[in-house]
């Protein structure tokens, strides 16, 4: 293994300290290891106290990379956003996402976010409240009541699928939602994963999944054509509608395929952090009594301001804030993402360090999250860390931050909180399995599903 070291030559750059492991796969496999032990911040926590609290180098994914640190590396990462910095994808990810028009990742998430502000901004999404609040009851009443034993994680990833199908899609036939559901594990553990195209790989069944989605996009995309063209669809009712009438800087309307490649990245964007997120809640809350107590409290208040069959609305959400500071206490613990990657794109100086054009950046939850520095007993479940101005600036980021930040912040909110509403109106859970593990691929999840003892609440 090769090791950089503090000590340089007089007027030589100098670079991040740190190691850069094996030839080519570099600490890739490290990392990714860390994570699947369940202790993913382990392998940011070892290095950091032993080169550096600021930055250190590594190389993963056969990448030069320097590791931003602390809530300053955080707050100077996403301040230079298209300054100094630009966001880069894995090599992993533009062969499974490999653009129709031969541009990178990066500028078709781009371009993907012009597209989006008017469909996920807040009074955008106040619209869709009552359809998520119909998508999970419906989900409860069909895959949790009159059941002993339910195993959440599957569970959560079915629901926020299923939302994500309707609102970005219109398709709410759950045969036909199971069937698009099929692929996407696989395509998500290859996202993040050694990029080797060979039969049995992780890579290579992450391609494969992509290429059956999209064939599946394709027809969707071609129906949605011949029912706009009888009227018997609307030009505004979802994304993919207002894709097929949107068009570019230069007036020209997207084609097919690339309207295919951008409805992926929002189903993968739209439903697999917030699952993740939702099976933590359900494993805390079965955890600490008294929170979930607090919750129901909460939700039962508004519960008994709405008549029979009266759905949820904005107001209604914005009464829910305990219930959303245990939300984002499970977040702070356990984050759905752990970091994203940035490229330098000109020669500056972090630190005292010198980092090169063309180096990789990564920034993560890790460094902070459970960080004493910026969280006081980090290891204690404390939904009050986030009432009044809540945690110090870029200290709790499991939205990212600056120019990419995730842009469907708000609607995770929602999903979340409309969840979280009606399971606790029905149900009371304990865990089945008391020290279940947790593993990290890449996102965390319990490696056993998470199943949970049901017990209906009694009105």
Request: proline fraction near 7%; charge should be positive; hydrophobic fraction near 40%.
């Amino acid at each position: 293994m090769f090791l950089f070291s503090r000590n340089t030559k007089s007027g030589t750059p100098k670079l991040p300290p740190g190691t850069i492991g094996w030839p080519v796969i570099g600490e890739t496999l490290e990392f990714l290891n860390a994570g699947r032990r369940g202790e993913p911040e382990k392998f940011i926590k070892d290095r950091m106290q032993r080169f550096s609290h600021e930055v250190f180098r590594t190389s993963l994914l056969s990448e030069n990379t320097a590791v931003f640190c602390g809530a300053i590396g955080n707050k100077f990462l996403f301040s230079n956003d298209n300054k100094l910095v630009k966001a880069w994808w894995p090599r992993s990810v533009n062969k499974i996402f490999p653009s129709s028009l031969q541009t990178s990742s990066e500028e078709e998430s781009r371009k993907l976010r012009k597209l989006l502000p008017q469909f996920l901004k807040p009074e955008a999404l106040q619209r869709y409240i009552g359809i998520m609040d119909s998508i999970a009851k419906q989900h409860l009443e069909t895959k949790w009541d009159n059941k002993n034993e339910v195993l959440v994680f599957p569970l959560a990833k079915d629901y926020t699928f299923s939302l994500a199908c309707r609102l970005f899609l219109s398709i709410d036939d759950p045969a036909h939602v199971a069937k698009f559901a099929g692929p996407f594990e696989d395509l998500q553990s290859g996202i993040i994963s050694i990029p080797i195209d060979l039969p049995g790989t992780q890579f290579n069944r992450g391609i494969k999944a992509s290429n059956l989605i999209r064939k599946e996009l394709h027809a969707i995309i071609n129906q949605r054509k011949a029912d706009l063209a009888d009227n018997k669809a609307s030009a505004t009712q979802d994304i993919l509608s207002h894709m097929l009438h949107a068009t570019d800087d230069n007036g020209q309307f997207m084609n097919d395929a690339d309207i295919a490649d951008k409805i992926l990245g929002l189903l993968i964007g739209g439903h697999d952090t917030a699952s993740a997120a939702i099976t933590f809640i359900i494993k805390y809350l079965a955890e600490i009594p008294d929170i979930y107590d607090q919750v129901q409290r909460e939700q039962i208040e508004i519960a008994k301001t709405k008549a029979p069959g009266e759905s949820l609305n904005w107001d209604d959400i914005q009464k829910m804030k305990y219930s959303w500071n245990v939300a984002c206490e499970v977040m702070r613990l356990a984050p759905p993402v752990q970091g994203t990657f940035r490229q330098a794109i000109t020669d500056f100086t972090y630190a005292g360090f010198w980092i090169p054009k063309g180096w990789k950046l990564y920034w993560t939850t890790n460094s902070t999250h459970r960080n004493p520095n910026y969280f006081p007993e980090p290891e204690k479940f404390d939904p009050s860390r986030f009432e009044g101005k809540g945690p110090a600036p870029f200290t709790y980021v499991p939205f990212g931050g600056g120019p990419h930040m995730c842009p469907g912040k708000e609607y995770a909110r929602l999903e979340i909180l409309v969840f979280m509403y009606n399971v606790v109106n029905k149900f009371k859970w304990e865990k089945i399995l008391p020290d279940e593990k947790i593993v990290a691929n890449p996102m965390p999840i319990p490696a056993k599903g998470l199943p949970i003892r049901l017990i209906p609440v009694v009105c």
